[in-house]
């Protein structure tokens, strides 16, 4: 039997990888989850274990890890990437397949809403664990989003404070994580709605379905139907399906994902983390200084996507004056060239308070990838650790990440991990 020791992880404790296993080994195996077929995420997997105390060797199946030493209660309540310790299978396993959708990542609220450049939630649920984040921390994300950080953060006991520009982006995030309380009023508004479809039906048309969303009281249910509006609106547009169609049929599947959410926090008796979300600029957070204990987040990749065309339909119909809009959204302010000399600006700003909010000695977890602009290749990756680092954010853990599903347009991004201080 041989081991490599590779270094420190962010817990600090060192970690193996074995190249050859005894099977007379004692301790327990750990299985990977069927769906884990990349190689950043054995490495995720493998800083996963080193977090909660294991040792362990990795088998040549790489799916099969000896593991000992560890938290082996507290590991099967948390852990992303394993399907079982020992003969005890995770709470994730059990998560996943709550899912009404057929893209594996996209179990309980996370699918609603087809918004562009989500995270893969698996990779979020073990960067919480690989930063050490305990239930009634408190992470931040100033680029939220379509709100995977959030849900993650929730389900996991950690609380979350979440920003985005848009306010699509927050309408996303709020719905997705609040709505599992008001799931009884949200129903008694679906039988107002289901009295009402055949009168939709018959005029399929937007402005009548807006105006019985808008005759409910503002707030979680108002939030909820305008979300399913949303949704079917972008159905419509890409799909060309008949929108009122689209809008039952979405509001019918959004419930019963909510269902499917209180189902599950009543089974494995979850400990909700909080969130607060707000519509917010990444460049000066209403936070207090080193006021969190972990950050988590995926900034617009230089120029590479324009989030105000791409959701232009739905924030009008959000009343967002999309012109104007334009020059608060990094990445899609200025024309030409300008637009990358803006982004850099920015991106300073946004690391300087990423640094000023976080606790000492805690972790700062950024996902980025480099753009094309016109044939060339710009290298946002190494301009984020450059300027991180200037901001008193140092360097401990560069992954390499494949994007699954956008390999045509962009193939890899980076998982950079950074600790304040160091
Ligand atoms: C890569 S996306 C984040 C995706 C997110 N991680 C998810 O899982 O859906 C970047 C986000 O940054 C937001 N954004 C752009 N400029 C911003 C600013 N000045 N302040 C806060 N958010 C901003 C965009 O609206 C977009 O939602």
């Avoid at 609603?112 to 992470?139: C, D, W």
């Avoid at 048309?205 to 909820?224: A, H, K, M, N």
């Avoid at 006021?291 to 065309?309: K, W």
């Amino acid at each position: 039997m041989k081991i490599n020791s590779r270094g420190r992880n962010p817990t600090g404790k060192t970690w193996h990888f074995a190249e050859r296993v005894g099977p007379h080994l004692e301790g327990d195996v750990a299985l990977l989850l069927p769906n884990v077929q990349f190689i950043y995420e054995l490495a995720l997997a493998q800083l996963e274990l080193s977090a909660f105390g294991y040792e362990f060797l990795v088998e040549n199946s790489l799916r099969r890890i000896r593991v000992w030493g560890g938290d082996s209660e507290r590991f099967c309540r948390r852990t992303a990437y394993f399907q079982y310790i020992g003969d005890k299978e995770s709470v994730y396993s059990r998560i996943v397949a709550k899912n009404r959708t057929r893209s594996i990542n996209q179990y309980l609220t996370h699918w609603i809403y087809p918004y562009k450049g989500k995270f893969h939630p698996q990779m979020i649920r073990a960067l919480l664990n690989i930063m050490g984040l305990s239930e009634g921390e408190t992470v931040l994300d100033p680029f939220v989003g379509s709100g995977t950080l959030a849900l993650e953060a929730q389900l996991l006991g950690i609380n979350s404070v979440c920003f985005d520009i848009s306010p699509l982006c927050v309408l996303q995030t709020k719905v997705k994580t609040e709505s599992v309380r008001f799931l009884d009023e949200i129903k008694g508004a679906w039988q107002d709605v289901q009295k009402e479809a055949n009168k939709l039906l018959r005029g399929n048309r937007e402005r009548d379905t807006l105006d019985l969303i808008r005759s409910f009281d503002p707030g979680p249910v108002q939030d909820f139907y305008m979300m399913g509006f949303l949704v079917a609106i972008s159905d419509t547009e890409r799909r060309r399906k008949s929108f009122i169609q689209a809008f039952l049929k979405n509001i019918s599947l959004m419930i019963s994902s909510l269902e499917d959410y209180r189902e599950l926090i009543r089974e494995e008796k979850l400990q909700l983390g909080t969130i607060r979300v707000s519509e917010g600029d990444a460049r000066a957070l209403p936070l207090a200084d080193e006021s969190v204990d972990g950050i988590l987040t995926s900034p617009p990749y230089s120029i590479a996507l324009d989030y105000v065309a791409n959701d232009a339909h739905a924030l009008r119909f959000m009343g967002k004056d999309t012109t104007e809009f334009r020059n608060s959204v990094i990445g899609v302010r200025g024309r030409g060239d300008e637009r990358v000399h803006l982004y850099n600006q920015d991106m300073r700003e946004a690391l300087g308070e990423m640094s000023r909010v976080l606790k000492p000695g805690r972790y700062a977890s950024l996902v980025i990838g480099n753009a094309t602009y016109q044939g060339k290749v710009i290298n946002t990756v190494d301009f984020v650790i450059r300027e991180a680092e200037k901001r008193g954010l140092s360097l401990i853990r560069n992954i390499d990440k494949i994007i699954f599903g956008l390999y045509n347009v962009m193939q890899r991004e980076n998982i950079l991990i950074f600790v304040k201080g160091g």
